[in-house]
């Protein structure tokens, strides 16, 4: 049996052991292009793991911050924001010729697809479980922007098996997030854009 005392020390255990292990395969990618798209997804999956902190001020900073302390700032992307360390940039990659990859699920994202080879190098157990049930909510996410209409956890029990070439086959049964859900927390942020933009109007106090 394999304890976690005999495993590697996570850097940030908060994210649990598969996050780990998503940024060491990504870390390892040659491809930067590859590393670029299964980083977003990655964060796309730290975000979900903490939904209780994306009020919080620079929240998307603060989880690239993450990944690039995670990786022992060995990953090299294309970051939004400065990395955590000046010593990152001592060190210029090589130019890498990017080249041209057919994604077969455009709605998804190359990233996603990143992720779900990835699981299929895991092992089988609560560790991937978990990944498979983020990367399942948030394929579904995705699919419903793209659609613009609901969608059936079969379909992306589907696209997950013919994604991974029938090498990942989940049961009928998993449940993924409800579409009410996602539509709900949609509102919301725009509901509370609205309402950080919104004004009081002036009125002039009466004289008497």
Sequence with gaps: MNYNTSRPKMIIPEYGRHI??????????EDKKERNEMATAIIDVM?????????VEDFNHKLWDHLYIMSDFKLDVDSPYPVPT????????NKLDYPNQNI??????????K????????????????LLLS????????????????CDDKQ????????????????????????????????????KGRKKGKRKSYKPKKKY
């Design 47 to 55: 975000g979900q793991l903490n939904p209780h902190l994306r009020d």
């Design 156 to 191: 992306i029990i589907s696209d997950i098996k013919r994604i991974s070439r029938g090498k990942i086959e989940l049961p009928e049964d998993f449940e993924l997030i409800d579409v009410k859900e996602i539509s709900n927390r949609g509102n919301n942020n725009k509901a």
């Design 86 to 93: 000046a010593e990152h940039f001592q060190s210029k990659p």
């Design 115 to 130: 992720l779900i080879d990835a699981a299929v190098e895991m092992e089988d157990g609560e560790e991937k479980d978990a």
């Design 104 to 113: 077969r699920f455009k709605h998804y994202g190359g990233g996603v697809e």
């Design 20 to 29: 780990q292990k998503l940024i060491d395969h990504a870390t390892k990618l």
């Design 135 to 150: 990367i399942g909510n948030l394929m579904k996410k995705h699919y419903v922007a793209w659609s613009n209409n609901s």
